[in-house]
């Protein structure tokens, strides 16, 4: 007994111990474990464990035809349902060379933009909660269910949409649609100044999250950190512009790109990234073409035997599909190259030499969403 | 650089390459044992500075397994698909690249863990979603799912 009291503190500090961060564990939001190595209070390094819900998608996806594995992507990255939908419809027209009506893509581009709005008001809600703020978390979800109300009505569910098929959408949209989101538009405006009140130049907030976690611009190449994280560091790594698809290419907006590489960067790039993608919405609501919702598309869809790859910019970043086609009508071989997958392997670069109180901030900047890394 | 300059500056590195039909990308067959080679030249020559692995795949041809790299340069825009193949079903490996594009770790680590495909000095070679003790690798063509919900 003696001895362990008169044990020097400072060997204390000095051994390195682990603890494991989840699989439960509010920060991860889902089921991700994080085996930390630790010194003291310091990240020497971390581990992440995946596999928690793996529920073997791309193995699934060579069972099902094309127009049932776009139920399937709505589970892989479930905030941003709608790109991920709208990805595999642009893979299978780009394939078979179908020209979809000039509504159908206002519609979709105008379902991307709400995915993405929602998606950062889900993260910037857990962002504040992760960092002690409950507040943003009642506020996020509040103003977030104005878009799940816009979706309930015209594509029947508020969550999994699955409203993209190929060759168009599903259904028409409501008559209300338009009025709807002009009154989400007028009504967010305002509230995002709380938003920007509550935690962008709140004291607590900067000193958290100011040159934490750093990541270089050739780290975030090199890691492939795509999306709001890799423009955080500087990089132009926007599909939207860089390969535009459906509404981008003729729509006026800015690539947000912040060069301070650490946590407030990344945080201030979604920040903005909603305003852009209210300005979007605002160009395209108004100016929806009359006309048919969905091309004329055969009964059984068939893919001319090939390689297909498909590049889409989701909320958290670059989604890839990648297609190994032998001209049936399931996939032979179908992989999603999801943006949160490779965000995480930079999470122990980026948090090294931190606290452990920063790897939450560092997490939450990277919006890891865990169905994604899994799939 | 357009993909026909691609396509001569890359033989002049590797001349065994072999081009495959595709529509989007210039693809390339390579000699597994000239893969790591041509990937430090792909990353490191200024004018083809292929800094971004934007995916990494594994596929089973049912004849061979095959590993797909996606390449994309930040700096000029131009991408390339390279490919490498095996017969070896048993013990398939190829070199990492993971040196290169840091990316590539967790890629890689997800491929052994579905196609069996190893990739010689990688500093991780564990399963990256399923058990230790998984029986099989469950994307192979030949793989047996003893409870599948899709045939159900």
Redesign the interface.
Not at chain 2, 21 to 25: A, I, S
Not at chain 2, 51 to 57: A, R, V
Not at chain 2, 128 to 131: A, G, P, T
């Given at each position: 007994m003696k001895e362990i009291i008169n044990l020097p503190v400072s060997n204390i500090e000095e051994e390195e111990y682990h603890i494991n961060m989840g699989p439960q564990h509010p920060s991860t939001h889902g089921v991700l474990r994080l085996l930390v190595s630790l010194q003291g209070e310091m990240v020497r390094s971390l581990k992440p464990h995946c596999g928690y819900i793996h529920r073997g998608i791309e193995k699934m996806c060579e069972k099902d035809t094309y127009p049932q594995v776009i139920h399937l992507t709505d589970r892989i990255d479930y905030l941003s349902a709608h790109i991920n939908n709208h990805a595999v419809c642009l893979l299978v027209e780009k394939a078979l060379e179908v020209d979809v009506p000039e509504r159908v893509r206002y519609i979709r581009t105008i379902m991307d933009e709400l995915a993405r709005i929602q998606s950062h008001q889900l993260w910037w809600s857990s962002f504040g909660m992760d960092l002690g703020g409950l507040t943003c978390f009642f506020y996020g979800l509040r103003d977030r269910e104005m878009i799940l109300d816009i979706w309930e009505e015209t594509t029947g569910s508020r969550f999994l949409q699955s409203y993209n098929c190929p060759g168009g959408v599903m259904q028409d949209i409501h008559p209300n649609f338009q009025k709807k989101v002009h009154a989400f538009l007028k009504t967010f405006k305002k509230k995002i100044k709380d938003y920007d009140r509550i935690l962008s130049g709140n004291v607590i907030f900067e000193n958290r999250s100011q040159g934490v976690g750093i990541l270089s611009k050739e780290d975030a190449i090199s890691y492939g950190v795509t999306g709001p994280s890799g423009r955080g560091s500087g990089w132009s790594c926007d599909v939207r512009k860089t390969e535009p698809y459906s509404m981008y290419g003729k729509v006026q907006f800015n690539e947000v790109l912040r060069y301070e590489c650490d946590t407030y960067s990344r945080y201030m790039v979604r920040m903005q990234e909603m305003h852009e993608s209210m300005n979007i919405i605002e160009q395209l609501i108004d100016n929806i073409p009359e006309g048919e919702h969905s091309a004329k598309m055969k009964a059984v869809i068939k893919l001319p035997a090939g390689e297909y790859f498909q590049r889409v910019e989701s909320a958290r970043g670059e989604l890839g599909l990648f297609v190994v086609s032998d001209g049936n009508k399931t996939p032979y071989r179908m992989k999603f190259r999801t943006p949160s997958f490779s965000n995480l392997s930079v999470l122990d670069h980026i948090s090294r030499g931190m606290k452990i109180a920063d790897l939450v901030a560092i997490g939450a900047s990277l919006d890891l969403v865990i169905p994604d890394i899994d799939r | 650089m357009d993909n026909e300059t691609l396509k001569a500056r890359i033989l002049e590195i590797v001349p065994e390459a072999q081009q495959e039909?595709?529509?989007?990308?210039l693809?390339l067959l390579l000699p597994a044992a000239k893969l790591h080679d041509l990937a430090l030249k792909l990353k490191n020559s200024p004018e083809l500075a292929f800094?971004?692995?934007?995916?990494?795949?594994g596929?089973?041809y049912i004849k061979q397994l095959a590993v797909?790299y996606?390449l994309r340069s930040?700096q000029h825009?131009h991408a390339l698909v390279i490919k490498v193949k095996t017969d070896d079903r048993v013990n398939p490996n190829f070199d990492t690249v993971c040196d290169i594009?840091?990316?590539a770790?967790?890629?890689e680590r997800?491929i052994y863990d579905?196609f069996g495909i190893r990739f010689n000095n990688h500093p991780d070679m564990r399963r990256?979603?399923?058990?230790e003790d998984w029986k099989g690798y469950?994307?192979r063509k030949d793989y047996i799912?003893e409870v599948?919900i899709?045939?159900f």
């Open positions: - | 039909e595709n529509k989007q990308f693809t800094d971004f692995l934007f995916c990494l795949s596929v089973d797909v996606h930040t825009k594009w840091r990316t770790e967790f890629h997800e579905m990256i979603f399923l058990e469950p994307l799912d599948n899709v045939e």
